[in-house]
């Protein structure tokens, strides 16, 4: 499978964000989130032992799941990071911005790229680099209208992720202006979060989705 088809091939485009997540936390979250139907986890760099959580993230994805699974990072600034989430087994890595060297690196790495953009201008350099996707980037500053104003210059088969202040009662409205794609973070995920608010949170994700992406 190439790295393209591994994120277009994701049944449910939702990637569960878990910044400051503690390494002994990371087996339980992340099997619970499997169980609810995620399949994309991304542990932004700047949490405590990513790279120990992206290892720990890794192997509980593949004692569960037979599918396949995009484990990897979020915040990723630099080459070197991206070798480094390689080396933990990771194939996703997620940026807050639209780095050239970090989208080759991914790529080269045969890795998920979904960096994030703002501009129509950062969304066509990405995508020329090889981008997986596109991480819109803060969606909530956008806006359902905004991704929708740049999204008709971009390719039809772009694939636009808004990330960013969104929970799942605002997927219908991005579905609209051609989003299919979301990642969660606090509304999600926080450190010292129930785990069973956790869970709920991760099950109307999955039902909304599910009911607004067909």
Known sequence: MTVENKWRELDRKLVAILRGIDPGDVSEVVTQLLETGFRAIE???NSPDPFRSIESAVKAAEKHSPRACLIGAGTVLSVDDVKAVRSS?????????????VIEATIENTMVSLPGVFTATEAHMALAKGASGLKFFPASILGPKGIAAIKVILPADAGICAVGGIEPSDFPAYFASGVNGFGLGSCLYAPGKPLGDIIECARSAITVYDQHSR
Not at 89 to 101: D, F, H, K, R
């Open 89 to 101: 087994g990771g194939n996703l890595i997620v940026s807050p911005n639209t780095n050239e060297a």
């Open 43 to 45: 542990i932004p760099l």
